[in-house]
């Protein structure tokens, strides 16, 4: 099994940054991609940024210019820079690993548990 432990949510103002961590630890053959997404109350979950293997980045287009994704491969974590946050950014960010436990095991997604990020005044 494949646990994923989140860190660095909170409360910031407008205008504010945050940065989001996400390691992932067990039985880890290797991870493919990597992402963040989040789900606001009363809304389904959506796709914040992603960044594969070979660092290759894709943004929603609300983030995109002021959030960025990055890897270490070498910690097996995955991070969310994120700049001028806006109240809309309010929500649970949860981090996504899709990954492979052993050469013998298919590829299988893992979730955390997510983080609270809230932007208020």
């Known amino acids: 099994q494949v646990q994923l432990e989140e860190s660095g949510g909170g409360l910031v103002q407008p205008g504010g940054s945050l940065r989001l961590s996400c390691t992932a630890s067990g039985s880890i053959y290797r991870l493919y991609d990597m992402g963040w997404y989040r789900q606001a109350r009363g809304k389904q979950r959506e796709l914040v940024a992603t960044?594969?293997?070979?660092?290759?980045?894709n943004y929603e287009d609300s983030v995109n210019g002021r959030f960025t994704i990055s890897r270490d491969s070498a910690k097996n974590t995955v991070y969310l820079q994120m700049n001028s946050l806006k109240p809309e950014d309010t929500a649970v960010y949860y981090c996504?690993?899709?990954?492979?436990?052993?050469?013998?095991?298919?590829?299988?997604?893992?979730w955390g548990q997510g983080t609270q990020v809230t932007v208020s005044s």
């Open positions: 960044i594969t293997s070979g660092g290759t980045t």
């Open positions: 996504h690993v899709n990954c492979q436990r052993a050469l013998v095991y298919s590829r299988r997604d893992f």
